[in-house]
């Protein structure tokens, strides 16, 4: 399935055919641990196609299997999909716990660089949602530098993302300066140095 989802990223009816193709046999032939693993990769399919609904039911039940099974490994995956499909609902607190149970399976094990990087990536997404954009910047600087090592192209978004936490933290400020009554407020210039941010050599 990972060559799969490399070779034909933007192939997702066909990802998902696959997957369902997957699980079939695997259900046939009793090999359950594969077929938790590739269920795992359909519900992230299942989410990136907006099919929110099918994808919180299939982890939904994935996370109960895996629960029973202790597979710590696979509970990261799992609770880190379910984090997006919540994020994706637009139910934050839910997205939240999901994300906390996602890093608490993590504290016990190994994790790749790039699922611990895409874990970063939620929760600087998550802090965004919350107004609080300096810790948001923190973690896509984490997950930046991290899919930077890897020529991951998820580098891009995150890079991004850093530049615009970087102005809402700043406009935040301005906003608050503004609506207490000072005149003529202003931020601390080194919020706003864009060109420090973007001109650094990994960013370049």
């Known amino acids: 399935m990972e060559v799969v989802s490399t070779e034909a990223a933007d192939q997702l ?29 359909l519900a992230s399919v299942l989410f990136k196609q907006g099919e929110f609904g099918d994808a919180i039911r299939l982890v939904n039940d994935l996370l109960a299997e895996l629960k029973k ?8 995956e799992a609770h880190l999909v379910e984090a997006k499909i919540y994020h994706g609902l ?6 939240k716990a999901a994300l906390t149970a ?10 790749a660089p790039l699922l611990q990087a895409d874990i970063d990536r939620m929760s600087g997404t998550l802090h965004t949602e919350e107004g609080d954009y300096n810790t948001a910047h923190s973690y896509f600087l984490e997950a930046f530098e991290q899919m930077d090592q890897l020529n ?13 936490c970087k102005i809402l933290d700043s406009l935040a400020k301005a906003l608050k300066l503004s609506s207490g009554g000072v005149a003529g407020a202003k931020v601390d210039a080194r919020d706003t140095d864009m060109a420090g941010l973007v001109s650094a050599k990994q960013a370049a």
Do not use: H
């Open 69 to 76: 099974l202790d597979d710590k490994a696979l509970l990261v």
């Open 152 to 164: 991951d192209p998820g580098a891009v978004p995150c890079l991004k993302y850093m530049v615009l």
């Open 90 to 95: 637009r139910n934050v607190p839910k997205a």
């Open 102 to 111: 996602s890093r608490t399976a993590a504290n016990s094990i190994y994790v």
């Open 13 to 41: 009816p066909m990802q998902k055919s696959v997957c369902e193709a997957v699980i079939a046999w695997c259900r046939s032939s009793t090999r359950t641990f594969l077929r938790q693993r590739v269920e795992a990769k």
